[in-house]
């Protein structure tokens, strides 16, 4: 789960991380009385799960009242599309905060080293900037160092750190406690990613971080109250929204071909055969491992709430899932749910027999039956036609 | 032969008194598999099916020698059920549950590799050796022996590969599931390693997925250290930057963790990556055969 700026920002404060204070809006008219409230100049930053917004226009500074009611009408509402292509994400939010007087821009963080198990401290004295380019054209400028996960990590550790970045001297201490803070925040809520880009410097040499971004983790939210009420309030699309209140695990995506699949990778797999073949899925959707005909009343509930879906590919490779389950679930939702849609159905592994005989019996003039998974995305891409 | 789980497994599970646990426990058992041991703190002197339930990993070990600990414990409640057996002194733990804290693991993880302890996922479907022993969720009537060892991030789609292979008159010295959330225990370089040395296996299907750099770190390995052929299959093309796919660990991260990432460190050290799990099982039994 990532959280917004704002959230993050908060997050610093409550560990003694020093922050810009500001509030949030999510209206022209609030923003506006937020920036009379907070002076001029400030920042009016849009709020979405996504680097680059500042090059995307984002992020303005309004030295009026004029300019504040100009750059938050611009901002509110605008479409941002991140450096890999992610999104677009539509912008709900701003944050308003007094304008910081900048001497430098840094670069710190502290990330989850999957590979060395690990936790990762990094300090750069080139900030400001997308910091995989001034690790690619400047390794050298990006210290890093791990961290001991089974140790407190302190100010007094992470002051080599800084030191190799070649941080100004006068501000070596605080750039240190800051890192120790950030491992500490890690430590303490359970966030998997934690980056501070940029961390200034002021003109009094206070190090504050100007900018936020924390990823935390889904599995830990059980003892964070607080995020996990942010993470319910996170999902803005209708059906992952729905799924989520289901238990479902569903992804959406933009094209036409609903598919439900029983574990999380051969659900993967089932988007990429059905790719291959020359279609576009609408959606990521694992019915899990013990899948219950209720689930999947459920799951085509969910796909089938998406309009652009045109046909639904069901791939089950039946371990602990039994297909006669399945079976009798597609029964089930097509008598409870008014499926005008193609089903193409591949029933394989622990009673597909059974399941396969329910099916016949059930004799549903929209279902398709396929023995083999290419055989199945191939006839679902047939029966869904173009990519609307 | 085969890899970590065989006929001198003699295996103890945590939470063999839960719904889960007893069904996938003695699931187990009646594949062949030496169950000695049940854990259920404060239902010591019970027993589920006249398989004794101890309060302690511990005890079970000390006096019905358990080797091998399952753990089956809710989420919140299992890194520590993971470090218990860590200290009990088995050889191996396999770590099925899902949903545990990754900090947590982090944490576990080193505590696993100071104490020598083979610590197999969390969220993981286990480790079956075809005809000897079973320890986890496998459905083992997919799998028959054989000469090909699997590992993989995945477990139905495991199945499926073993299925296809199955279905071509081939088998397996091991399957082992490794797990799909971003600390595991055992990543594939772990297995590959033992694949190597174990006699029965002549090659090995690696199956991985987006996120996370295992399967790049697994191909220099293979190009280093592994002289068997390895066949490889890569979920996840489709998936979308940012997003995580039903697995903790299935995400790409900006720009790295892709597919077509892994996909070309694999080729390029001469690995070949099917397209689609039937033409991975195909290209495996292929090689196989010469």
């Given at each position: ?388 | ?136 969720i496998i459905p083992a009537q997919f799998f028959d022996p054989g000469k090909i060892g699997v590992v993989s991030k995945s477990g139905t789609l495991t199945y499926q590969i073993g299925n296809e ?126």
């Open positions: 789960m990532d959280l917004l700026e704002y959230q993050g920002k908060q997050l610093f404060a409550a560990h003694g991380i020093a922050v810009p204070s500001g509030e949030v809006a999510s209206t022209v008219e609030d923003a506006v009385a937020a920036a009379e409230r907070i002076g001029y100049p400030c920042a009016i930053k849009a709020q979405v799960l996504i680097g680059g917004r500042g090059k995307a226009g984002g992020i303005k500074i309004a030295a009026d009242r004029g300019e504040a009611e100009q750059h938050a009408g611009a901002i509110l509402g605008m479409d941002i599309v991140g450096p890999h292509g992610e999104g677009p994400f539509r912008v709900d939010q701003v944050w308003i905060e007094g304008g910081s007087a900048i001497a430098t821009e840094y670069y710190a963080s502290v990330i989850l080293d999957r590979g060395e198990k690990k936790l990762l401290a990094m300090v750069s004295a080139k900030g400001g900037m997308d910091i995989e380019a001034v690790a690619a054209e400047d390794p050298e400028a990006l210290v890093k160092e791990h961290v001991d996960p089974t140790k407190p990590f302190t100010a007094a550790e992470a002051r080599p750190i800084v030191d190799a970045a070649g941080l100004a001297e006068d501000v070596r201490d605080a750039a240190a406690e800051v890192l120790a803070k950030l491992a500490e925040t890690a430590q303490a809520e359970d966030a998997t990613l934690i980056e501070v880009n940029p961390l200034i410097v002021t003109e009094g040499r206070e190090v504050v971080a100007l900018d936020a971004k924390v990823t935390i983790d889904g599995n830990a939210l059980y003892r964070h109250e607080g995020l996990a009420e942010l993470d319910a309030e996170s999902i803005d699309d209708p059906q992952e929204a729905m799924a989520r209140e289901k238990g479902l695990t569903y992804v959406k995506l933009d094209g036409n071909v609903g598919i439900l699949a029983n574990g999380a990778g051969l659900c993967m797999s089932t988007l990429d055969v059905v790719a291959q073949a020359g279609g576009a899925p609408a959606n990521f959707l694992d019915a899990g491992g013990g899948s219950k005909a209720d689930a999947i009343v459920d799951a085509l509930t969910v796909i089938t709430t998406d309009p652009k879906v045109t046909a639904i590919l069901f791939n089950i490779f039946g371990g602990i899932t039994r297909c006669d389950e399945i079976a009798k679930g597609i029964v089930e939702a097509s008598s409870r749910l008014d499926l005008g849609l193609p089903l193409v159905v591949r029933l394989d592994g622990t009673n597909s027999e059974e399941g396969l005989a329910i099916l016949a019996e059930a004799g549903l003039a929209n279902l398709h039956q396929e023995t083999t998974m290419l055989g199945a995305a191939q006839k679902v891409v047939e029966l869904a036609g173009g990519s609307s | 032969m085969s890899i970590i789980v065989n006929e001198d497994t003699k295996l103890v599970v945590s939470g063999l008194t839960g719904r889960e646990g007893s069904f996938h426990g003695l699931r187990n058992q009646a594949y062949g598999t030496d169950l000695v041991a049940g854990v259920t703190p404060g239902k010591g002197g019970q027993d589920i099916e006249g398989v004794p339930i101890f309060d302690s990993i511990r005890e079970a070990v000390e006096q019905q020698g358990a080797n091998t600990s399952m753990i089956f414990v809710p989420a919140r409640f299992a890194a520590p059920a993971i470090d218990e057996a860590i200290e009990s002194g088995v050889e191996t733990v396999i770590a099925i549950t899902e949903g545990i804290p990754v900090l947590d693991m982090l944490v576990t993880y080193w505590k696993a590799k100071q104490a020598g302890v083979r610590l197999i996922g969390p969220n993981c479907p286990g480790v079956l050796s075809p005809g000897r022993a079973n320890v986890g292979l199955k279905q071509a008159g081939e088998g397996n010295s091991s399957i082992v599931g490794i797990g799909g959330d971003p600390i595991i225990g055992s990543d594939f370089i772990d297995i590959l390693e033992l694949y190597e040395a174990d006699p029965e296996t002549e090659m090995i299907v690696m199956v991985g997925e987006i996120g996370g750099d295992a399967e790049e770190r697994a191909a220099e390995f293979i190009a280093s250290d592994i002289s068997k052929p390895v066949v490889a299959y890569i979920a996840g093309f489709t998936a979308p930057p940012g997003k995580q796919m039903g697995h903790a660990g299935a995400i790409i991260s900006g720009s790295s963790g892709t597919a077509q990432a892994k996909k070309e460190a694999l080729e390029a050290k001469g690995v070949r990556v099917g397209e689609s799990p039937t033409e991975t099982a195909q290209i495996a039994v292929e090689v196989l055969r010469g």
